[in-house]
């Protein structure tokens, strides 16, 4: 058997070159398939990117409802304190002014049992000058004593004795002075016991009874004349 070697037509191109495959690429596919593959693709990533920004969004609400709740939380047990130490206060200064208003009343009783039988000098000074403007005397001195606590005395309502030294125009005056006096409850027993003639009218002095219709002030009845 005789081999025959078949030659290049181009004597030129050697056998390797003459033995190479060639790399052909061909898009044979029809366009309405491409487009479909390409619409697929683009719905794809944007369903992607939707459900990347809804979960973003939904952690971005987990940690913001994680933190409202949180605040919530803090703010309740601050509140909680807070009226806490505002009742404790409260009851405090509640407790304060609940003693402080038992202790008042407690000491305005015993201030009441101990001057029940307070004598307002204001006020009988004030009635005295009263009188004595009215009348026109004017009275230039008074003394007083009081009987003491306890002692024995036939009048039960005298609780001391009061004299006044003063001066008016004539005794006529000093009369009417006296009725005046006599006409108070706070005092009673009005009695001249001297009168002396001057240049310009005359001065008396004059004694009276201080009666326990005298006795008021902050802890008794009421002054007649606002004294206390």
């Known amino acids: 058997m005789t081999t025959t070697a078949l030659m290049p037509v181009d004597p030129s191109v050697s056998p390797q070159q003459a033995a190479r495959i060639l790399t052909i690429r061909a898009d044979l596919l029809p366009p309405e398939i491409r487009d479909g593959r390409r619409a697929v693709r683009t719905r794809s990533l944007i369903v992607f990117l939707l459900v990347a ?21 803090t703010y309740n047990e601050t509140f909680a304190t807070l009226t806490d130490i505002r009742a404790a206060q409260k009851t405090k200064e509640l ?17 009441t049992s101990v001057l029940a039988k307070d004598l ?12 004595a403007t ?25 609780i001391g004795e009061l004299t006044l030294t003063g001066s008016a125009e004539n005794k006529k005056v000093v009369a009417d002075f006296v009725n005046e006096l ?40 009421s002054c007649p004349s606002g004294g206390k």
């Open 134 to 158: 009215d009348t026109r005397v004017s009275l230039s001195e008074m003394s007083a004593s009081l009987i003491e606590t306890g002692a024995e005395t036939t009048d039960t309502s005298k």
């Open 53 to 73: 920004t809804l979960g973003a969004l939904g952690a971005w609400y987990w940690q913001a409802t994680v933190a409202k709740q949180d605040a919530e939380e």
């Open 95 to 111: 407790k304060a002014l609940v003693q402080y208003q038992d202790g008042d009343e407690a000491l305005s009783a015993e201030l």
């Open 182 to 221: 006599g006409e108070l409850e706070d005092l009673a027993n009005p009695f001249v016991t001297s009168v002396t003639t001057e240049a310009d009218g005359v001065s008396f002095t004059l004694s009276v009874t201080i009666t326990d219709k005298a006795l008021c002030g902050r802890f008794a009845k």
């Open 120 to 131: 307002s000098w204001t006020n009988l000074i004030n009635l005295l000058g009263d009188r």
